[in-house]
């Protein structure tokens, strides 16, 4: 379903056709919804009213380069890349205004912050997308541990054997430290904190 949307030419000789968003997606190889986010992103990104239709040009594709660069699989990997080339854009700009000779302290300083918090949400985006791709830091945290009379527990860091290297043994994952031990009478009767009086 195409509508001709044609307007006469500055000129007058032939009508100049008006292209629909699918068709500019079709022509540029991109989903509609893939086309429209980086529509929503070329929109966020600040390019100088008088640059030139080159400059402007660079500017669309470089954006267009980092979102593919992403490689985003799904639709919500494809709203956070839109989302990450617009909001480090943002910040770049930030950083460049406030680096401008001409900038007074007041102006410097509330570019600078802005870009901090822009820097910040990038950081945030990162950590979804890794989240999302099932790359995220897992961490376990141990928080009450009960050791009975006569029981043992490591206290630490316990780290796995790394594998052994041609003609060397590899090292123990835990080795045991005679005379060092842990009384866990002594500790259960000491009080957490004592009062300063």
């Known amino acids: 379903m195409t509508k001709d949307k044609s307007k006469p030419s500055k000129s007058g000789s032939s009508p100049a056709k008006v292209r629909t968003d699918d068709e500019i997606a079709d022509a540029l190889g991109l989903s509609p919804l893939e086309y429209r986010l980086f529509s929503q992103t070329f929109g966020a990104i600040w390019i100088h009213p008088e640059a030139s239709q080159e400059r402007k040009l660079k500017v669309l594709a470089t954006a267009a380069a980092l979102t593919k660069g992403i490689k985003p699989t799904d639709d919500i990997e494809r709203m956070l890349a839109a989302q990450m080339v617009a909001t480090h854009n943002s910040a770049m700009e930030c950083l460049k205004r406030a680096a401008l000779g001409e900038q007074t302290f007041a102006g410097r300083d509330m570019n600078l912050k802005h870009a901090v918090k822009l820097l910040a949400i990038y950081a945030r985006q990162m950590d979804a997308l890794n989240k999302h791709r099932g790359k995220g830091q897992q961490k376990v945290t141990v928080e009450h541990v009960h050791v009975e009379a006569g029981g ?10 790394k594998p052994a290297v041609a003609g060397r043994e590899a090292p123990k994952a835990i080795a045991h430290a005679p005379g060092e031990t842990l009384d866990l009478n002594v500790a259960a009767k000491t009080p957490a904190r004592q009062r300063r009086r």
């Open 152 to 161: 043992q527990a490591v206290v630490g860091n316990v780290e796995a054997p």
